[in-house]
């Protein structure tokens, strides 16, 4: 745990150093500084420096007793909270100031690559995230519950969400919005060599992708995402045209089978039109 809260922490801007002293203070204070470079393991000649960087940060507190000095962490909560504003703010700021910078009528869109699963998740997941109205997936069980903390939080606050499920249900996923069940999962596998994935948010943005067969969350896989019109329509068309099917199966499944057999997945097959009697 120690060290997945190091690399968080050093994600915010801190030093290793930085993080690992704070980390030593918070689980015990108050301490001298030579008691926290040996607990955190940082050589004694620069615990100085670093704990003088956590003074300036307002992430500790200093005491003197006599000639020692003594160091007490700030509340981790009110650290966060400060932090979270200030970067708030900053994006805010930012925002502002790189949208005057656009030239009104000049705006290009790019389609951009995605070549690991994690970008992939990472990119999704903001996408998601920023929604404002309506968000359209296309995905598998993995990705799935990925998914469904933040597609969660964007029902709560007013966002319409629908889904296109491969496969079906599983007991440890629970419906965000509206969820379609696609029945015929592992001929779709099959075809594609892997899951299909695609995400759509407010009409104005999409990502598609396809994650390799594999069972690790590290697997190969390959997508693009855009702004361009004609690929978010693209994207939107394509999970819309699946909900469209669902619901259709979901109606008359029973007279489907009546009148193409069994095996109407062939209805698939766009180089033939016959019926299986």
């Given at each position: 745990?120690?060290?997945?809260?190091?690399?968080?922490?050093?994600?915010?801007?801190?030093s290793?150093?930085?993080?690992?002293?704070?980390?030593?203070?918070?689980?015990?204070?108050?301490?001298?500084?030579?008691?926290?470079?040996r607990?955190?393991g940082?050589?004694?000649?620069?615990?100085?420096?670093?704990?003088?960087?956590?003074?300036?940060?307002?992430?500790?507190?200093?005491?003197?007793?006599?000639?020692?000095?003594?160091?007490a962490?700030?509340?981790?909560?009110?650290?966060?909270?400060?932090?979270?504003?200030?970067?708030?703010?900053?994006?805010?700021?930012?925002?502002?100031?790189?949208?005057?910078?656009?030239?009104?009528g000049?705006?290009?869109?790019y389609?951009?690559?995605?070549?690991?699963?994690?970008?992939?998740?990472?990119?999704?997941?903001?996408?998601?995230?920023?929604?404002?109205?309506?968000?359209?997936?296309?995905?598998?069980?993995?990705?799935?519950?990925?998914?469904?903390?933040?597609?969660?939080?964007?029902?709560?606050?007013?966002?319409?969400?629908?889904?296109?499920?491969?496969?079906?249900?599983?007991?440890?996923?629970?419906?965000?919005?509206?969820?379609?069940?696609?029945?015929?999962a592992?001929t779709?596998?099959?075809?594609?060599?892997?899951?299909?994935?695609?995400?759509?948010?407010?009409?104005?943005?999409?990502?598609?992708?396809?994650?390799?067969?594999?069972?690790?969350?590290?697997?190969?896989?390959?997508?693009a995402w855009?702004?361009?019109?004609?690929?978010?329509?693209?994207?939107?068309?394509?999970?819309?045209?699946?909900?469209?099917?669902?619901?259709?199966?979901?109606?008359?499944?029973?007279?489907?089978?009546?009148?193409?057999?069994?095996?109407?997945?062939?209805?698939?097959?766009?180089?033939?039109?016959?019926e299986?009697?």
């Open positions: 745990m120690v060290v997945t809260i190091t690399e968080r922490l050093m994600e915010l801007g801190l290793e150093y930085e993080s690992r002293a704070w980390i030593s203070l918070i689980s015990s204070h108050p301490a001298t500084a030579y008691e926290v470079a607990s955190s940082i050589p004694t000649a620069k615990i100085y420096p670093v704990m003088d960087r956590l003074l300036e940060r307002g992430m500790a507190l200093e005491t003197k007793e006599g000639d020692r000095r003594r160091y962490p700030c509340d981790p909560e009110d650290f966060l909270s400060r932090f979270r504003q200030k970067t708030e703010e900053t994006l805010s700021s930012l925002s502002r100031d790189i949208s005057a910078l656009a030239t009104p000049n705006e290009v869109s389609v951009w690559n995605v070549s690991d699963y994690g970008e992939l998740m990472e990119r999704a997941l903001s996408l998601v995230a920023g929604a404002r109205h309506a968000v359209l997936v296309s995905c598998w069980g993995e990705e799935y519950l990925r998914l469904a903390g933040a597609l969660a939080e964007r029902k709560a606050a007013g966002v319409e969400i629908a889904v296109v499920h491969f496969g079906p249900l599983e007991a440890s996923e629970r419906s965000v919005g509206l969820l379609y069940e696609h029945p015929i592992d779709l596998y099959e075809e594609r060599g892997g899951r299909g994935f695609a995400v759509v948010a407010d009409g104005a943005v999409a990502l598609t992708g396809t994650i390799a067969n594999g069972e690790s969350a590290s697997q190969a896989a390959s997508g855009s702004r361009s019109e004609g690929f978010v329509l693209l994207a939107e068309d394509y999970i819309k045209h699946d909900v469209y099917i669902m619901k259709i199966v979901s109606r008359f499944d029973r007279q489907l089978v009546k009148r193409f057999g069994r095996g109407y997945w062939r209805l698939r097959d766009i180089f033939s039109d016959t299986e009697n």
